[in-house]
């Protein structure tokens, strides 16, 4: 059973890099197969087509993130989670940059966005939980800036050539810094997000 998962996840891995090297359309199964160094009827054996196999892909990304966030967390819970996220892309740089790729071709944006609607309750989670700490009318621009600083985590980290330049450590905390002050902000205003008019 664990070498039946390790040769998956093999599969997985050649194709992840084939399709960020060479995009999604221009690479096809036997190029798969070959990446990994194994037969094309094996590929077929764990995967039912190219579509099936990107989507497990794209699956499995997202499931690193799908418990990320539910509405009753705490404020410092919710920032903990933040560092596990930057820490993960540490540990993975590899995945999440190849992933960052694939994710933009135009082909992938599609499928990408019908998985995402399996996550739906992912995202209401993350809706709620910025309403509650911030209150009806400021929710949407807080979800667009909480996924502003996350993606341009991403690019500053995951796709420069030395980390060294924009360590983990130093982007985690510029980070952590500004979304401690934008709930600071709520507090010291004497905001009450429960409020009627927010």
Known sequence: MAIREERKQSIMDAALHLFAENGFEST????IASHAGISKGLVYSYFKCKDDLLYQILDSGMQLISDFIHPDLTVEEFITKIETLF?????????WKLYSI???QPTVTQKLEEIRNEYDG????MTNFFTKHFGKERVLEELIMYTVIIK????????????????NEMLKKVVINSIRERFATVRHCGLDPQSPEN
């Open 28 to 31: 096809s199964i036997d190029k």
């Open 87 to 95: 820490d993960s892309m540490t540990e993975n740089l590899d995945f």
């Open 102 to 104: 694939i994710t933009v």
């Open 122 to 125: 992912m995202r209401n989670d």
């Open 152 to 167: 341009g985590f991403t690019v500053l980290y995951v796709f420069s050539d030395k980390q060294n330049t924009f360590s």
